[in-house]
C-alpha cells in the first residue's frame, strides 16, 4: 500500500495486530533504517532468531515487510528483510468503513487469538513482571 487508501476490515486487522506488539514495532523501526538479513538483526535488536523468525513472518503476512532470500559471495543463503512502503490513516471513519467489510474468517481468527493467551514473549514478560 504505497498511497494512503481505505484498508478492509480483514487487512486493518491483520497490519493492527501486526503492530500491536512492541517487539514487532521494533523490528519495523529497524528495517526502516534499510534492509538487513535475519542473523544481524536479530544481534542487533537482542532477539533470537526463532523468535524474530516468529515476527518476521507475521509482518509479511499484514504486508508491512517483505523477505527475500539471497545468497552471499560464499554461497551462503541468506534471508533479507526490508520494510514495505504502507501508510494508513486511522480515523473513525475508516474504522466505521473497514468493520463493514469483516469477514466471517477475520472475526474467527481475532477470536482464536483471544482464546489462545499471549504470544511467548509477552508470556514472559508478563512473568519477569510478576517476579518482581
Same mark, same amino acid.
Given at each position: /500500500? %504505497?498511497?494512503?487508501?481505505?484498508?478492509?476490515?480483514?487487512?486493518?486487522?491483520?497490519?493492527?495486530?501486526?503492530?500491536?506488539?512492541?517487539?514487532? /514495532?521494533?523490528?519495523?523501526?529497524?528495517?526502516?533504517?534499510?534492509?538487513?538479513?535475519?542473523?544481524?538483526?536479530?544481534?542487533?535488536?537482542? /532477539? %533470537?532468531?526463532?523468535?524474530? =523468525?516468529? =515476527?518476521?513472518?507475521?509482518?509479511?503476512?499484514?504486508?508491512?515487510?517483505?523477505?527475500?532470500?539471497?545468497?552471499?559471495? %560464499?554461497?551462503?543463503?541468506?534471508?533479507?528483510?526490508?520494510? %514495505?512502503?504502507?501508510?494508513?490513516?486511522?480515523?473513525?471513519?475508516?474504522?466505521?468503513?473497514?468493520?463493514?467489510?469483516?469477514?466471517?474468517?477475520?472475526?474467527?481468527?481475532?477470536?482464536?487469538?483471544?482464546?489462545?493467551?499471549?504470544?511467548?514473549?509477552?508470556?514472559?514478560?508478563?512473568?519477569?513482571?510478576?517476579?518482581?
Amino acid at each position: /500500500m %504505497s498511497a494512503i487508501e481505505t484498508p478492509t476490515g480483514d487487512e486493518l486487522l491483520k497490519v493492527l495486530a501486526a503492530l500491536g506488539n512492541p517487539h514487532r /514495532m521494533r523490528i519495523v523501526a529497524a528495517l526502516a533504517e534499510g534492509r538487513n538479513y535475519v542473523s544481524r538483526l536479530a544481534r542487533e535488536i537482542g /532477539m %533470537s532468531r526463532p523468535l524474530l =523468525h516468529m =515476527h518476521l513472518q507475521r509482518l509479511e503476512a499484514a504486508g508491512l515487510v517483505v523477505g527475500s532470500l539471497e545468497l552471499s559471495d %560464499s554461497g551462503k543463503a541468506m534471508k533479507f528483510f526490508e520494510v %514495505s512502503p504502507f501508510a494508513y490513516a486511522l480515523t473513525p471513519q475508516v474504522v466505521a468503513e473497514a468493520a463493514r467489510t469483516l469477514t466471517d474468517q477475520a472475526a474467527k481468527t481475532a477470536g482464536e487469538q483471544d482464546e489462545a493467551g499471549p504470544e511467548p514473549d509477552e508470556q514472559v514478560s508478563d512473568e519477569k513482571e510478576r517476579a518482581t
